[in-house]
Each structure stands twice: as structure tokens, then as C-alpha cells.
């Protein structure tokens, strides 16, 4: 399965990106991030059923994941962006609905997409 992303940037820090992940079928999705040096910590998931989210402390009212019509293509859309944002930015996918902030829960993985945020 494979997973493709885009939409990481430089950005400044109060600014705006938005990220898409593509896949092939109707998947679960969600989205984790690695800093250097830090473990890789989930940010945001979807259901494939019922587009129920789910998302981290950290990103609750800055970031949004939705999906687009198909259901085969998951954004995130990150809002009032902060320094301490900056990470690669994974993109998962699991076949089931439930949602998890487990890593090891999802199958599929993106390869990934840089977000630096400038203070």
C-alpha cells in the first residue's frame, strides 16, 4: 500500500500548512510526527467508516484531519503553527475503524514530509 504526501514547508511561526496524504483504498488514517532526537507521537486520526477524529492534546483547536470526498485522501490542516511543531510528518493507515495513537496499530506508512516552523 502506498501511502504519498506533500504540503510540508517552512512556515513561520502563527502561520498556516496544510498536509495531504494519498491513498489507493479506503483506509483509517492518521498522522505522526518525529522531531530529532524524539520519539515519533501521534497528532490526528480519521475513521474509514464514519469520519469520527481523533486528535493529541498538543494539536486540539490548531489542527484539523479530514478526508476528501472519495475517502481516499486525508489532509491536515495546521493552524497557528508553533516552533515546537516542527517534525516530520508521517502519514499512517490501518484497514480497521477504530482509532488509536499507537504507532504500532497502523500498517502502512508514508515516507513522510518535513514541517519547520520559524520563530
Known amino acids: 500500500v502506498q501511502l504519498v504526501e506533500s504540503g510540508g514547508g517552512l512556515v513561520e511561526a502563527g502561520g498556516s500548512l496544510r498536509l495531504s496524504c494519498a491513498a489507493a483504498?479506503?483506509?483509517?488514517m492518521a498522522w505522526f510526527r518525529q522531531a530529532p532526537g524524539k520519539v515519533r507521537e501521534f497528532v490526528a486520526a480519521?475513521?474509514?467508516?464514519?469520519?469520527?477524529?481523533y486528535y493529541a492534546d498538543s494539536v486540539k483547536g490548531r489542527f484539523t484531519i479530514s478526508r476528501d470526498s472519495a475517502e481516499t485522501t486525508a489532509y491536515l490542516q495546521m493552524n497557528s503553527l508553533k516552533p515546537e511543531d516542527t517534525a516530520l510528518y508521517y502519514c499512517a493507515a490501518r484497514e480497521f475503524a477504530a482509532l488509536y495513537d499507537t504507532a504500532g496499530k497502523y500498517d502502512y506508512w508514508g515516507q513522510g514530509t518535513q514541517v519547520t516552523v520559524s520563530s
Open positions: 480519521i475513521s474509514r467508516i464514519d469520519g469520527t477524529t
Open positions: 483504498n479506503r483506509y483509517t
